[in-house]
């Protein structure tokens, strides 16, 4: 059973860029499609962005398309999402997720059983 740890969060000003990293270790990391997720105070979690187990397919959020860029290393067993652009409403704890499939629920937060514990983004002028 893969787990999953999050770390690259922090403050950021608004325009500024962060690149957040989720290490998986216990399982075959390049056996599972990636995912970032996130969700702000008082909201429901929201997808963010996925990427498949070869890195051949990506699939972003129309609010971060443009912006944020998924990206993985293999060898590593690692995630990465980069943000850029940012603004007041990119501050969120963000999680990375993992899932077996690439299908049609790849967006939803259901359909992951694995997660890590997330990491605080805070966007400030």
């Known amino acids: 059973q893969v787990q999953l740890a999050e770390s690259g969060g922090g403050l950021v000003q608004i325009g500024g860029s962060l690149r957040l990293s989720c290490a998986a270790s216990?399982?075959?990391?390049?056996?599972?499609?990636m995912a970032w997720f996130r969700q702000a105070p008082g909201k429901e979690r929201e997808f963010v962005g996925v990427?498949?187990?070869?890195?051949?397919?990506?699939d972003y959020a129309d609010s971060v398309k443009g912006r944020f860029t998924i990206a993985r290393d293999n060898a590593e067993s690692t995630v990465y999402l980069q943000l850029a652009s940012v603004n007041p409403e990119d501050t969120a704890v963000y999680y990375c997720?993992?899932?077996?499939?690439?299908?049609?629920?790849?967006?939803?937060?259901?359909?992951?059983?694995?997660w890590g514990q997330g990491t605080q983004v805070t966007v400030s002028s």
């Open positions: 990427i498949s187990w070869s890195s051949a397919s990506t």
């Open positions: 216990g399982g075959v990391f390049s056996s599972y499609v």
């Open positions: 997720a993992a899932r077996r499939a690439w299908d049609a629920r790849r967006r939803s937060p259901t359909s992951y059983d694995l």
